[in-house]
T-cell receptor, first 112, second 114 residues
Framework: DQQVKQNSPSLSVQEGRISILNCDYT??????FLWYKKYPAEGPTFLIS?????DKNEDGRFTVFLNKSAKHLSLHIVPSQPGDSAVYFC???????????FGKGTSLLVTP | DAGVIQSPRHEVTEMGQEVTLRCKPI?????LFWYRQTMMRGLELLIY????????DSGMPEDRFSAKMPNASFSTLKIQPSEPRDSAVYFC????????????FGQGTRLTVV
């Protein structure tokens, strides 16, 4: 059963515009959320995270928003750049379990 | 540190053969994870270890899959016998102690079973 869901398999955005990637989760025990970025033929690399005690975390062009009541988080990339084209995975974990539960990923294409 | 190291990067084998994937985690990390990536299921957790001890292997699809961690710097994932549906990219990841830390991934092993 998929506890972390990314319902958009793909997203295309123009360079300079905002990219918004969405993620939903079902397990209310999750209290730490992460976004990973993956290029072809490489392993996923950590991008940004957020704890459940916060509703926003920002790192440069990347911002993650958490809505606990809706069990929803989103990743905003502003402005989007062609080098951001990759697959983005949402992941979640809890204090009682140390494994990361991943969504299926969203493939982002940023066009010039 | 060189990061998580996996070998081989690519493996092509015939159905019925034994396949062994290898992983060297980041030194000092207490947790080691094996994930499998497919188009249908995304990144799914197969098994993870804490201090070399298997903690949760509920994601291992069948008895054909087994994993070991004989010491803190080495782990293997074995498939015996392999089947075409095992074709996927297998990732190893490690992380340090503490609930809120990120995991670091290796570059993966692309397995093709023909």
């Amino acid at each position: 059963d998929q506890q972390v869901k990314q319902n958009s398999p793909s997203l295309s955005v123009q360079e300079g515009r905002i990219s918004i990637l969405n993620c939903d989760y079902t397990n209310s025990m999750f209290d730490y959320f992460l976004w990973y970025k993956k290029y072809p033929a490489e392993g996923p690399t950590f991008l940004i995270s957020i704890s459940s005690i916060k509703d926003k975390n920002e790192d440069g062009r990347f911002t993650v928003f958490l809505n606990k009541s809706a069990k929803h988080l989103s990743l905003h990339i502003v402005p989007s750049q062609p080098g951001d084209s990759a697959v983005y995975f949402c992941a979640a974990t809890s204090r009682s379990g140390y494994a990361l539960n991943f969504g299926k990923g969203t493939s982002l294409l940023v066009t010039p | 540190d060189a990061g998580v190291i996996q070998s081989p990067r690519h493996e092509v084998t015939e159905m019925g053969q034994e396949v062994t994937l290898r992983c060297k985690p980041i030194s000092g990390h207490d947790y080691l994870f094996w994930y499998r990536q497919t188009m249908m299921r995304g990144l799914e957790l197969l098994i993870y270890f804490n201090n070399n001890v298997p903690i949760d292997d509920s994601g291992m699809p069948e008895d054909r899959f087994s994993a070991k961690m004989p010491n803190a710097s080495f782990s293997t994932l074995k498939i015996q016998p392999s089947e075409p549906r095992d074709s996927a990219v297998y990732f190893c990841a490690s992380r340090s102690q503490g609930a809120h830390t990120e995991a670091f991934f290796g570059q993966g092993t692309r397995l093709t079973v023909v």
